[in-house]
């Protein structure tokens, strides 16, 4: 959506390709976005229950071979990369995803690092991961979201009666269980606090909701709610933590949870650190041994419980994820990709 506003902005004619129709359409009409949309069933995107794709001659949207330029909006579209260089296209990579292991690194080395085109990363942590695989740093231009509206005035809190919240997807990685079995072991003492669990898995992972469900079972200060917008969840907690088993490429949830009023406290750890130090929240190093990880979360949620991690104000927060900062920074990728500089 921000990447479309911005071309847009700059007097750009968009098109979108999609693999199938949904949501977005509905979304760009909301935000008065005009690009034209091409829905292409057949058009290969990389998904790990299907690696072999790796393999094959995965065939690229013909539309996109009479585009200035064709922005492959995620690594899972690097695929695509031999065909339309061949073609002689003009391309930018747009990378959303922090993947440091085998999978990752080989998709980097193999079809980004070797070229030149452009790439745009989600975050700083993004950057650091792509250059360490073999991506020169004077490629890569990093672009934050677009926040826009009035963010709510801190709320104060009350140490005795803390309510946090852990908002994800429940996959088993977003931080769930850790912070319960955190909850359940070193916070036993706090009667008061409560703890609520908000997400759904895919259909795939319902394994990894129902093992979180056996686990806090017999705690009744901790309760599983759902999906939730965030407005909601807003209402009913008082800070959102944000410990992953594996680090993201971006701080939606400190993000959302500053906007909305909400302290935050997580991980110095991937794309999420830099938003923590942005809005204020509260960051702690994460330890490599489990048991450690839990004593780490508990004295990280005391420590905010006394008012440590203090959001930061508007005047410094929004700035970072302004649209005329998004507009500058998709303005010298187009310059770097080779079209005309566009005023």
Same mark, same amino acid.
Not at 102 to 109: D, I, P, Q, S, T
Not at 145 to 170: D, H, K, M, Y
């Given at each position: ?9 700059l ?5 979108v390709?999609l @693999? /199938?129709d949904?949501?977005?359409?509905r979304?760009f009409?909301?935000a008065n976005?005009?690009? %034209?949309?091409?829905?292409r ?8 229950s299907?690696?072999?794709?790796? &393999?094959?001659?995965?065939?690229t ?23 339309l ?24 080395r193999?079809?980004?690092a070797?070229?030149?085109? @452009? ?9 650091a991961w ?17 926040? !826009?509206?009035q ?5 104060p809190? &009350? ?7 852990v *908002? ?8 769930? /269980?850790? *912070? ?10 706090k009667?008061?606090w ?6 759904s898995?895919? *259909?795939?992972?319902r394994?990894?909701?129902? +093992?979180?469900?056996? +686990?806090?079972k017999?705690?009744s ?5 759902? !999906?939730?917008?965030? #407005? +909601? ?10 410990f992953?088993q ?8 400190p993000?959302e949870g500053?906007?909305?009023?909400? %302290?935050? *406290?997580?991980?110095?750890?991937g794309?999420?650190? +830099? ?10 190093? %994460? ?7 839990l004593?780490?979360i ?8 006394c008012?440590? #991690?203090v ?10 994820f302004?649209?005329e ?19």
């Amino acid at each position: 959506m921000d990447q479309v506003a911005a071309l847009e902005s700059l007097g750009c004619d968009v098109g979108v390709i999609l @693999p /199938s129709d949904g949501p977005l359409r509905r979304l760009f009409l909301a935000a008065n976005l005009h690009p %034209r949309l091409d829905i292409r069933p057949r058009m290969a995107v990389l998904r790990r229950s299907k690696l072999s794709d790796l &393999c094959s001659l995965t065939p690229t949207p013909k539309a996109t071979f009479g585009s200035d330029l064709v922005i492959l909006w995620t690594l899972a579209l690097v695929i695509h990369v031999p065909q339309l260089l061949a073609a002689q296209r003009k391309i930018v990579l747009s990378v959303h995803e922090l993947l440091d292991n085998n999978l990752g690194n080989y998709l980097v080395r193999f079809f980004v690092a070797p070229f030149s085109f @452009p790439v745009q990363a989600a975050s700083y942590a993004v950057k650091a991961w792509l250059v360490g695989a073999g991506v020169g740093a004077e490629r890569i231009f990093v672009a934050y979201p677009v926040i !826009e509206g009035q963010p709510v005035s801190p709320r104060p809190l &009350c140490a005795e009666s803390l309510n946090i919240a852990v *908002v994800g997807r429940v996959n088993g990685t977003k931080g769930h /269980s850790e *912070v319960a079995r955190a909850f359940r072991t070193y916070l036993a003492h706090k009667q008061q606090w409560r703890l609520s669990l908000y997400g759904s898995p895919y *259909v795939s992972q319902r394994k990894e909701l129902d +093992e979180l469900l056996e +686990e806090i079972k017999d705690d009744s200060r901790i309760r599983y709610r759902g !999906e939730r917008p965030f #407005g +909601e969840i807003a209402q009913e907690v008082d800070a959102v933590a944000s410990f992953p088993q594996k680090p993201e490429s971006f701080g939606l949830v400190p993000l959302e949870g500053w906007f909305h009023g909400l %302290r935050s *406290v997580g991980w110095r750890w991937g794309g999420a650190a +830099e938003v923590l130090r942005i809005v204020g929240g509260l960051d702690c190093e %994460r330890p490599q041994d489990a048991e450690a990880r839990l004593v780490s979360i508990s004295c990280a949620l005391e420590e905010l419980s006394c008012g440590r #991690g203090v959001p930061a104000t508007e005047q410094h927060v929004l700035p970072h994820f302004s649209r005329e900062r998004r507009k500058q920074n998709t303005r010298e990728m187009l310059e770097a990709a080779g079209l005309p500089r566009i005023e």
